[in-house]
């Protein structure tokens, strides 16, 4: 039997229960008026933006947009990995090395997302 050489690590890919797992911190430090563009492209995007601009409340609204992301995802597996790449285009580098450790690359101010 031949060695293969070293096994590869899988890469983690970003998932629901990711995002579900850092609900609490996505909901302290997002502001979904920053991601009406995003929310736009996706499926029922023009209502969920209207609900978003429609709420006074900044927790309400980024309860809408956590909430519109998770059922978005689960339709469109492409979903999630377009959120990370709209935090990178965002510069919200902190978040997304949060939620994904070792795929920004600091300092540089570039993000290798995927």
């Known amino acids: 039997m031949q060695n ?5 690590k899988r890469k983690h ?6 995002l579900q797992k850092h609900y ?3 909901r302290e430090e997002l ?10 492209r996706s499926a029922d995007g023009e ?6 601009l429609g709420t006074k409340l900044r927790r309400e609204r980024v309860t809408l947009f956590l909430n519109h992301l998770e059922s978005s995802a689960a339709r469109d597996k492409t979903v999630l990995k377009s959120f990370l790449a709209e935090l990178g285009k965002l510069k919200m580098h902190s978040i997304l090395e949060f939620l994904v450790p070792g ?7 570039k993000t290798s997302v995927y």
Do not use: N, W, Y
């Open 4 to 8: 293969a050489g070293p096994r590869r």
């Open 13 to 18: 890919v970003f998932s629901v229960k990711d």
């Open 24 to 26: 609490c911190m996505l």
């Open 31 to 40: 502001e979904p008026r920053h991601f009406l563009e995003f929310v736009k």
């Open 47 to 52: 209502t969920v933006v209207q609900k978003i």
């Open 103 to 109: 795929k920004t690359k600091t300092g540089t101010r």
